[in-house]
């Protein structure tokens, strides 16, 4: 797999799970490093981390000063090794320095060599609990860290040195405590000095580093498969619970439309029964009576039955409007909305303002077709209130998400099938 579909794949994992990052830039690190073991050097400036790596490597390929030299990552390839001088640990933080760092630490390193000189004596809080955090991450993913002491040359009093060495063990007590000095090392190879190589303990840390760098494949294979049980548990647990919160919510649109057309068909029963008075009469139906220019002004029988039609089509939509507001639908959606405010309701979208004669009374409520129109235009009006259109767009959410988390668990897949 080429590294832009790596990375398209680990983008698809991170929209779900963003907490994610470090375990997965350490993939991305593990895969890009080959067959290659990474060994970090780590420490503060001047503490001599440049000058061990030359001797480590037998060469001068790290800048050696004595300001602060290394802001950025500086590598190179020597004896199938990648070795990388990090930034010192006062570089810069919350800066690119500090970025360059903890790339270097926490995702690239296979081992890391805590580089501490003698000279400053104890670790101050910081170095402690970084370090720390390294026994931490050994826990979970076997990566092996070695505590170096340098510049042990500098401390020419043996019991003062060893006073100082004893201190750092005893803040680190598991720890693999290792002094050396450059220096010495350097004078014994140029002077052809076995006895000061040895005193310098790099052949030591040359061994140690040896049998650490030989366990880099099974550590790496334990990292990989680590990473990729964790990934797919959380993945199918964030599968379950999305599944689980589609179907509670899909039951609850249901349930809400179920108990609406059901209340609203017995609203819609009790109003046709309180209708009934009106809506049958023996004899002439007086509503049909027309409005003449004699009778303009007069109070006619046609006149007063219609305004009981009236009144009875009012009380009525009251009942049904009471419905309505139960159940959260009070207002038209925006594209129907006009500029009378009093007409842009429900009410008057379904039934009009007024009614005034039994015919008409009788099509709305009691016909068949009639009731059908109404219990279909309320359920419109109910499935677009603000309200449930606020659940759906809940429902789409959680759609969408579960079709992220199926794209992330097939990226998983394909990474693991890569890796």
Same mark, same amino acid.
């Given at each position: 797999m080429d590294?832009?579909?790596?990375?398209?794949?680990?983008?698809?994992?991170?929209?779900?799970?963003?907490?994610?990052?470090?375990? %997965?830039?350490?993939?991305?690190?593990? =895969?890009?490093?080959?067959?290659?073991?990474?060994?970090?050097?780590?420490?503060?400036?001047?503490?001599?981390?440049?000058? %061990? +790596?030359n001797e480590l490597i037998g060469d001068d390929i790290f800048?050696?000063?004595?300001?602060?030299?290394?802001?950025?990552?500086?590598?190179? +390839?020597?004896? @199938?090794?990648?070795?990388?001088?990090?930034?010192?640990?006062?570089?810069? =933080?919350?800066?690119?320095?500090? &970025?360059?760092? &903890?790339?270097?630490?926490?995702?690239?390193?296979?081992?890391? %060599?805590?580089i501490h000189s003698v000279r400053e004596g104890e670790f101050d809080p910081y170095e402690l609990?970084?370090?720390?955090?390294?026994?931490?991450?050994?826990?979970?993913?076997?990566?092996?860290?070695?505590?170096?002491?340098?510049?042990?040359? &500098?401390?020419?009093? &043996?019991? =003062? +040195?060893?006073?100082i060495i004893d201190s750092i063990q005893k803040q680190a007590p598991a720890a693999t405590v290792l002094p050396v000095s450059a220096t010495r090392h350097r004078q014994g190879i140029e002077n052809s000095k076995t006895l000061l190589v040895q005193r310098s303990g790099i052949p030591e840390l040359q061994q140690t580093l040896s049998r650490v760098i030989e366990k880099v494949p099974a550590v790496r294979q334990f990292e990989t498969n680590k990473i990729f049980t964790d990934l797919t548990a959380q993945l199918s647990q964030l599968q379950q619970t999305t599944q689980a919160n589609i179907q509670q919510l899909s039951a609850t649109l249901d349930h809400q439309r179920q108990?609406?057309?059901?209340?609203? @068909?017995?609203?819609?029963?009790?109003?046709?029964?309180?209708l009934q008075p009106i809506l049958h009469v023996s004899g002439q139906d007086d509503s049909l009576e027309p409005d003449s220019f004699a009778n303009m002004y007069k109070v006619t029988a046609g006149k007063r039955d219609r305004n009981r039609i009236?009144?009875?089509? /009012?009380?009525?939509?009251?009942?049904?409007?009471?419905?309505?507001?139960?159940?959260? =639908?009070?207002?038209?959606?925006?594209?129907?909305? /006009? @500029?009378?405010?009093?007409?842009?309701?429900?009410?008057?979208?379904?039934?009009?303002?007024?009614?005034? +004669?039994?015919?008409?009374?009788?099509?709305?409520?009691?016909?068949? /077709?009639g009731r059908q129109r109404l219990g279909r235009e309320f359920a419109h009006y109910f499935e677009v209130s603000a309200d449930r259109m606020h659940l759906k767009e809940q429902l789409q959410d959680l759609q969408q998400q579960l079709q992220q988390i199926q794209q992330a668990q097939h990226a998983s897949a394909t990474l693991e099938l890569a890796s």
């Open positions: 590294i832009h579909t790596f990375d398209a794949a680990i983008h698809e994992i991170l929209a779900v799970l963003p907490e994610y990052n470090m375990p %997965l830039a350490r993939l991305r690190a593990i =895969v890009q490093a080959g067959q290659l073991p990474t060994v970090t050097v780590i420490g503060k400036y001047n503490h001599g981390k440049s000058r %061990l +790596l800048s050696v000063a004595d300001k602060r030299e290394t802001v950025t990552l500086s590598e190179h +390839l020597q004896h @199938n090794i990648r070795w990388l001088d990090a930034p010192g640990l006062d570089a810069d =933080v919350a800066t690119i320095d500090d &970025q360059h760092a &903890q790339d270097a630490m926490w995702n690239k390193a296979d081992i890391r %060599l805590m609990r970084l370090f720390q955090q390294f026994e931490q991450d050994a826990v979970q993913t076997q990566r092996q860290s070695v505590l170096v002491l340098t510049q042990i040359d &500098q401390i020419p009093d &043996q019991t =003062v +040195l060893a006073h108990a609406f057309e059901h209340d609203l @068909n017995q609203v819609l029963d009790k109003v046709r029964e309180d009236q009144v009875a089509y /009012s009380r009525a939509c009251i009942e049904i409007n009471s419905h309505l507001v139960r159940y959260g =639908v009070v207002s038209l959606p925006d594209t129907q909305k /006009s @500029n009378v405010r009093s007409l842009d309701t429900v009410m008057v979208a379904v039934m009009g303002i007024s009614v005034k +004669l039994r015919k008409d009374l009788k099509l709305i409520f009691e016909d068949e /077709s």
